[in-house]
């Protein structure tokens, strides 16, 4: 994948892992994996510890497998493998041979598990859910041995097998591995390997299944069976890592992958947990995952942000064990440097106001020439209609105006862009004494003209009413009002500082015929208001809807 960069940053990472091929510690092979859950769509976190992961497999010249953790198919759907799949082959890599399915280990993990019951490493709990809540104990209690620890072997591996077959309610046993009641660490209490889960449907497994391994037992297997050497995961597994060692030396697996944990992306203004992310869809607080205003990868790719910019964000931040919070800043400047270079250059109004040529003749249109860009001359130019009537942005025109509006000012010049030098020589009111049409004179010598020698204050942008094409345009602003939604003490519920005011739709504007048939995600810069695209969702030939992607600067007001 010639496209991605290729630059490597160094991180502590890179150090462990140079360490480890130095010393040939696992024969000099890399592996890696990006493991989700398929209970909701991926967010921009997740960008991160794909671009982590898969970017480490290409440098060192191994693999990344990208593999569904689906061990909990009561939260699980096929909606949400898929969209995982498009959005991790839209970043940029490739899995298609390296797909793997934690539930397609299900027989390997069962005979595991009977594997640890044979060694007397595991037994069969029937404690309720909460008694094995009080025999647990507390971060300050040390928990107590379960009535059902000393089982035999023999009656542990009976009540095993018929848990499989079914015979037993939901809730009703666990296979829990025998480790240390007094353990400091909880999760080497006695945790839970397999639970009872009798009537789910899994999306892989149908019903082949009445029992469920358990996410920490799953992971660490799945990563030793598939022979994984880095095991990359965010900050709050650390305390997962005496269990994932345990497992794996108590079962002697062949390959004993190395943990390391980095920090999670947090991102200001917005929030980054599935968990969180459904509630704000399940709330309806926005119109799917991939409403424009989603950290979701979907969302991002619906609203216009490129992949690469994404890539090069994940690259920017970089990867550390400090826990923190990245400003949207950095996230935007990536998306405009990539823009500004590729994004081909259109005009829109997004607020019209009417400006008749008094001079111009009533039926002719010129085709005008404007470059695509302005720096890259190989992105062409395209044809721009002009006529007698046109439409400028209301807020390019000021009755009356001081020298730092450098717009168009009743008896002044401004230069329409790519074309002519016009004057404002009458301004019509309606009866509220509300601007509604500019009576403008045009200057035919202007066109083209160096603008050197043609001083006029400055240039705005316009569309043919005639040729333009009426357009819905949506703008966005921050979906949260706070910087850290979800840690705020002050609320209950992080959904109190959702922004009532994130959507914007403006429902006048005018855009110039040329992007009428863009397809959709196709990023333009509507020259002076910003960079949009067609909406995939809502956005058809005759009704065409542009989603703002981003302002040509950072024009958001800190709220804090
Ligand atoms: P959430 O907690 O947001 O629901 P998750 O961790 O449960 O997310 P998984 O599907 O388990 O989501 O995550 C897959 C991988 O992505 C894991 O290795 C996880 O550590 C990593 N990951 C999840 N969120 C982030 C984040 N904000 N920053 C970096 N990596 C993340
Ligand atoms: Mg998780």
Same mark, same amino acid.
């Given at each position: 994948?010639?496209?991605?960069? @290729? ?51 290409? @440098? ?43 539930? $397609? ?116 297997? $799945? ?171 209301? $807020? ?165």
């Amino acid at each position: 994948m010639s496209e991605i960069t @290729d630059i490597k940053p160094s991180n502590f990472i890179r150090h462990i892992i140079d360490a480890d091929m130095t010393e040939n510690k696992y024969g000099g092979r890399f592996q890696t994996r990006f493991p989700p859950e398929p209970n909701g769509y991926l967010h921009i976190g997740h960008a991160k510890s794909i671009c982590l992961n898969f970017g480490l497999a290409m @440098d060192y010249k191994g693999l990344c497998n990208l593999r569904f953790d689906d061990t909990n198919p009561q939260k699980e759907e096929n909606e949400f493998v898929d969209a995982i799949k498009t959005d991790v082959n839209w970043l940029g890599f490739e899995f298609e041979k390296n797909l793997h399915y934690a539930s $397609s280990y299900f027989e390997q993990l069962y005979i595991y598990a009977t594997q640890l019951i044979k060694q007397g490493d595991a037994y069969v709990c029937d404690l309720s859910a909460e008694e094995t809540r009080e025999y647990r104990g507390t971060l300050t209690d040390p928990g107590k041995n379960s009535p059902y620890r000393e089982r035999s072997i023999k009656e542990n591996l009976e009540l095993f097998k018929r848990m499989r077959e079914g015979d037993f309610e939901d809730g009703s046993r666990l296979l829990r591995a025998k480790i240390d009641m007094t353990s400091a660490n909880i999760n080497l209490r006695d945790p839970a390997i397999y639970r009872i889960r009798r009537d789910v449907v899994h999306h892989q497994t149908g019903t082949a299944w009445s029992i469920y391994p358990m996410y920490d037992y799953a992971h660490c297997l $799945s990563d030793a069976i598939e022979g994984v050497t880095h095991s990359l995961c965010t900050l709050e597994f650390e305390d997962h890592r005496p269990l994932y060692d345990w497992f794996l030396r108590t079962l002697k697996t062949e390959h004993h992958p190395k943990q390391i944990e980095f920090s999670r992306l947090n991102l200001q203004y917005t929030i980054t947990s599935k968990r969180k992310l459904t509630k704000v869809v399940e709330g309806n607080f926005v119109d799917g995952w991939n409403d424009p205003r989603m950290p979701t990868i979907t969302g991002m790719r619906r609203r216009g942000y490129p992949a690469a910019a994404l890539r090069e964000f994940c690259l920017r931040i970089g990867v550390t064990k400090a826990d923190n919070s990245v400003e949207m800043d950095i996230l935007e400047s990536c998306i405009r440097e990539n823009l500004n270079e590729n994004s081909p250059r259109a005009m829109a109004v997004l607020d019209p106001l009417k400006v008749v040529i008094s001079n111009y003749p009533e039926d002719k249109t010129e085709q005008l020439t404007a470059p695509n860009h302005p720096q890259n001359e190989s992105m062409g130019t395209r044809e721009v209609p002009f006529s007698k009537t046109l439409y400028i942005d209301k $807020s390019d025109f000021r009755e009356e105006a001081n020298n730092k509006f450098k717009r168009l000012v009743k008896d002044k010049e401004v230069r329409l862009r790519n074309a002519y030098v016009i004057r404002c020589d009458e301004v019509i009111k309606d009866e509220h004494g509300e601007v509604v049409e500019l009576r403008c004179s045009y200057d035919p010598a202007t066109l083209g003209v160096n603008p050197e020698d043609r001083k006029v204050k400055g240039v705005i942008h316009w569309v043919s009413a005639k040729h333009g094409i009426p357009a819905e345009i949506r703008v966005f602003d921050r979906l949260f009002s706070h910087p850290h939604p979800d840690t705020d003490k002050d609320v209950d519920d992080f959904t109190a500082h959702l922004n009532p005011d994130s959507l914007m739709t403006l429902t006048h504007s005018i855009v110039e015929p040329s992007v009428a048939k863009a397809a959709s995600n196709f990023v333009y810069q509507f020259e002076r208001e910003g960079y949009f695209c067609a909406d995939s969702e809502l956005s058809s030939a005759g009704n065409l809807v542009f989603n703002r992607t981003i302002t040509l600067r950072d024009t958001w007001v800190k709220k804090s």
